[in-house]
């Protein structure tokens, strides 16, 4: 299995900004596609961003569309979410996931193989 382990969920006033950062061990990283999700409570999960193997292709929810930016640095095995102007709908839980599609389409949960833990995102007002 692949272990992806993630960091810089917390607590951030609306209009901050945040950067989550999903570490992959191992030589491989570059054959994953990389995704980020996020659930809100009562809600059901939800596609936000996802960015292809090579970081020629990215894909954003229409709501966080030039408000957050994926990456990803693949000598370093780290995907990020760059994260700005941040209100309270964008509470919830984020997840970082990885597949091998290569494809154009990264938005179902379903497709994708590997899931990191979560990170808890809270915007207060």
């Known amino acids: 299995q692949v272990q992806l382990v993630e960091s810089g969920g917390g607590l951030v006033q609306a209009g901050g900004s945040l950067r989550l950062s999903c570490a992959a061990p191992?030589?491989?990283?570059?054959?994953?596609?990389m995704g980020w999700f996020r659930q809100a409570p009562g809600k059901e999960r939800e596609f936000v961003a996802a960015i292809s193997r090579s970081g020629d292709y990215t894909q954003y929810l229409d709501s966080v569309k030039g408000r957050f930016t994926i990456s990803r640095a693949n000598a370093k095995n780290t995907v990020y979410l760059q994260m700005n102007s941040l209100n309270p709908e964008d509470t919830a839980v984020y997840h970082c996931?990885?597949?091998?599609?290569?494809?154009?389409?990264?938005?179902?949960?379903?497709?994708?193989?590997?899931w990191g833990q979560g990170t808890q995102i809270t915007v207060s007002s």
């Open positions: 191992g030589r491989t990283f570059i054959n994953y596609a």
């Open positions: 996931a990885a597949t091998v599609y290569s494809g154009r389409y990264y938005q179902s949960p379903e497709n994708y193989d590997y």
